[in-house]
């Protein structure tokens, strides 16, 4: 049995793409931190089952909590802003169906930046662990940027998961200032510091690995302003990571 699973926030434009995509799962758990623009009654008019937990602790702690709550042989996990697309859905059902070797299995992502698909830079389509046995997969506990642990072999998948993760510029700044805030926070408890070489040089570095290194260039403006803007990122993170450091001083 396969169960698909995803958290959510306030994601009720974006869900019903996603979970039309694996209706023919055996089952969906979505868990949900609260929200008020009908996600949860969505999820549940599309047949799945939905927990509410608000106990916000960050992405892995969440994702945790909903694998834990997760039934099936097998764990699909996506996030709200990804479609499955058609073929990558015939090789997850052939690959749970079968009695291969692997642990778990990585797809391809394919990143969209305002609609428009992203093919160099820092968004270029890259390989992601979401499928896995139950009992050999887990979640990192990172706050932000968690992600799939797979005990064991790991093969790729053909198709693609289509990750519609910028919908516009304003969605992309809002989202940057959460994840910054998110990680700098960790990075405190950690006991790193900010320093003034990583406050001065880190955003030209960032934008020229991405645009020159990584081919971002190559992308048009699309590629620009997402190097620009995942700079911006980096530099806040340690600006904030500055300033909780100079709060707790």
């Known amino acids: 049995m396969l169960s698909v699973v995803l958290i959510t926030q306030d994601a009720v434009h974006l869900l019903r793409k996603t979970l039309e995509a694996v209706s023919w799962a055996d089952r969906i ?18 047949g799945a089952k939905v927990l509410l937990q608000t106990d ?13 709550k997760a039934e099936g042989d097998w764990i699909l996990f996506l996030d709200a802003d990804e479609v499955v697309d058609e073929e990558l859905a015939k090789a997850i059902q052939r690959a749970t169906q079968s009695d291969g070797g692997a642990a778990g299995y990585s797809m391809l992502r394919v990143n969209y930046f305002c609609g428009d698909r992203l093919r160099f830079g820092n968004g270029r389509p890259d390989y992601v662990d979401r499928l896995f046995k139950r009992e050999k997969g887990s979640i990192s506990d990172h706050r932000v940027h968690e992600h799939v642990i797979v005990d064991g072999p790991v093969e790729r998948l053909r ?91």
């Open 159 to 249: 198709g693609e998961l289509h990750h519609y993760t910028t919908e516009s510029i304003t969605h992309r700044v809002q989202k940057n200032d959460e994840y910054a805030t998110t990680a700098a926070e960790e990075l405190h408890r950690q006991g790193k510091r900010a320093s003034m070489l990583q406050l001065l040089f880190l955003m030209p570095l960032s934008i020229f690995r991405d645009l020159v290194l990584k081919l971002g260039i190559l992308d048009g403006k699309n590629g620009v302003i997402v190097a620009v803007t995942g700079a911006f990122y980096a530099f806040s993170k340690y600006a904030k990571l500055w300033e909780l450091q100079k709060k707790s001083s």
């Open 56 to 68: 916000w602790k960050g992405y892995g702690f969440q994702k945790r909590y909903a694998l834990s």
């Open 29 to 46: 758990l979505v868990v949900d931190s609260g929200s008020t623009d009908g996600t949860r009654e969505l999820a549940a008019e599309m």
